[in-house]
């Protein structure tokens, strides 16, 4: 392993900003753990993240270049966990005069930024340590729109979504990803089905997040869902409604049933087929939703028909019912 963050990206001390990443990129190329195909490719990941995290940073480097120059003061303070730093060595490697003996102050401060644990080498794996420390990746939600006969009889289908996730050099990007989704029947409107990982992905080999489909039917003229309850309109004519009579119907399931419509019923009255709405653990219901349609009168005969029919029911004025 290289000695230094400066031999991991294999650069020299004085490379510029412009120089540290174009090292960072070529070798995040060859390690990233999701393309590499090199041996220890996470372990030198870890490690070149770490440097370009430390020299990509002004004041990180200048404090990094400062641990660089001062080997023996930083190796001795706190190395392995034992004792402290020793004063008596920092004065042999400054010289110990009055004045460097006053700037200890300004050493002691740089210490304490960072805690009792920065010191040599156990500084430097603590910062690897964070700095390798495992994500797990974001939980991502989309949702799909299915016709309400899948409530019935569920179905397979393909859904393409966008995914937020990070390149080879650690940047963000957005993926496309197409996903084959298994909806079973008996999904309520607004229910979710979970797929696990297929979310974003984690970061230094943390797991990835789940991708959560909330499942929406599509809405018509004719059909609208709510929950497991269906809305279905009814078109019946003026006889059926004010005689009362049996008609036949096909329900969203793509079934036939007769249906009695009550005597005198009226346009926006709903009727209540208990348990006839989508199959869920706690079926839910379809309400008929009845609209009278009115017949145009184009030939003498149907003219004829409305003109009895006025007459036969001279009394009523529907602006006054």
């Known amino acids: 392993m290289a000695d230094n963050h400066y ?30 195909k090199e041996a ?9 993240n770490v440097a370009y995290d430390t020299l990509s940073d002004a004041e990180k480097k200048k404090q990094y270049d400062f641990e660089l120059d001062h080997p023996q003061g930083f190796g001795d303070f706190g190395a392995g966990g034992q004792g402290g730093f020793d004063q008596s060595k920092f004065y042999r490697q400054t010289g110990g005069s009055a004045e460097q003996q006053a700037d200890f102050s300004d050493f002691e401060d740089l210490f304490g930024r960072f805690g009792q644990g ?51 050099y650690g940047e ?47 809405q018509t003229d004719q059909i609208r869902v709510e929950g497991s309850d269906i809305y279905q309109q009814l078109k019946i004519s003026p006889w059926e409604a004010a005689l009362g009579q049996k008609i036949a119907i096909t329900t969203p399931e793509g079934k036939t049933l007769e249906v009695q419509i009550p005597k005198n ?23 008929l939703i009845l609209n009278i349609v009115i017949p145009p009168a184009n030939s003498e005969v149907e003219q004829q028909a409305y003109r009895d029919y006025a007459q036969a029911f001279q009394s009523f004025n529907p602006r006054q019912s």
Request: charged share 20%; proline share 4%.
């Open 7 to 36: 031999q991991t990206l294999g650069i020299s001390r004085d490379a510029s900003a412009d120089q540290i990443k174009k090292a960072y990129r070529k070798l995040a190329r060859k390690y990233h753990p999701d393309i590499s």
């Open 40 to 48: 220890d490719a996470e372990t030198h990941m870890q490690a070149i």
């Open 118 to 168: 920065f010191g040599g080498a156990d500084y430097q794996y603590q910062r690897a340590n964070r700095q390798a420390k495992s994500f797990r990746g974001e939980d991502q939600h989309a949702s799909l729109e299915v016709d309400v006969e899948i409530a019935f009889h569920g179905a397979t289908q393909n859904i393409t979504l966008q995914i937020p996730s990070l390149n080879a």
């Open 172 to 218: 963000p990007e957005v993926q496309r990803k197409t996903l084959q989704v298994k909806i079973p029947a008996g999904m309520k409107a607004g229910q979710q089905i979970r797929l696990s990982g297929q979310g974003q992905a984690g970061f230094n080999g943390g797991a990835a997040g789940d991708l959560y489909i909330e499942i929406l039917y599509k």
């Open 265 to 287: 019923a009226h346009t926006g009255q709903q009727l209540r087929l208990k348990d006839k709405g989508i199959p869920n653990k706690t079926p839910g219901h379809l309400y």
